[in-house]
Nanobody, 128 residues
Framework: VQLQASGGGLVQPGGSLRLSCAALGFDFEGYEIGWFRQTPGEEREGVSCVPTSGSGDAAYYHDSVKGRFTVSRDNAKNMVYLQMTSLKPEDTAVYYC????????????????????WGQGTQVTVSS
């Protein structure tokens, strides 16, 4: 089983990045995929979660990223994406993807649950 986040980097405030999460070795289509971020000394924060269907209407977003981040998935390619726009310095963190088994419905407090699989992170730095 493998989950690998990529696409991070250094970007100026107001810029954009697209993170990717590649999945291998499990029934990807049957898992909800969440994005978390963490900075040193802080608790991990749930950023976004996409249901198995990929429905944008059923996706979850942390209040701090609503209107700026968009999560999507391509089940044919076993990929999940996090499009980040209007980036702010406070978005600086290591971003991780994780897989959950909720049978198509993301629960309200999804980030409080332990995922079945964690991916390696990718660093996002927003700075001028």
């Amino acid at each position: 089983v493998q989950l690998q986040a990529s696409g991070g980097g250094l970007v100026q405030p107001g810029g954009s990045l697209r993170l990717s999460c590649a999945a291998l070795g499990f029934d990807f289509e049957g898992y909800e995929i969440g994005w978390f971020r963490q900075t040193p000394g802080e608790e991990r924060e749930g950023v976004s979660c996409v249901p198995t269907s990929g429905s944008g209407d059923a996706a979850y977003y942390h209040d701090s990223v609503k209107g700026r981040f968009t999560v999507s998935r391509d089940n044919a390619k076993n990929m999940v994406y996090l499009q980040m726009t209007s980036l702010k310095p406070e978005d600086t963190a290591v971003y991780y993807c994780a897989a959950f088994r909720w049978w198509g419905v993301v629960p309200l407090y999804w980030s409080d649950y332990g995922p079945d699989y964690w991916g390696q992170g990718t660093q996002v730095t927003v700075s001028s």
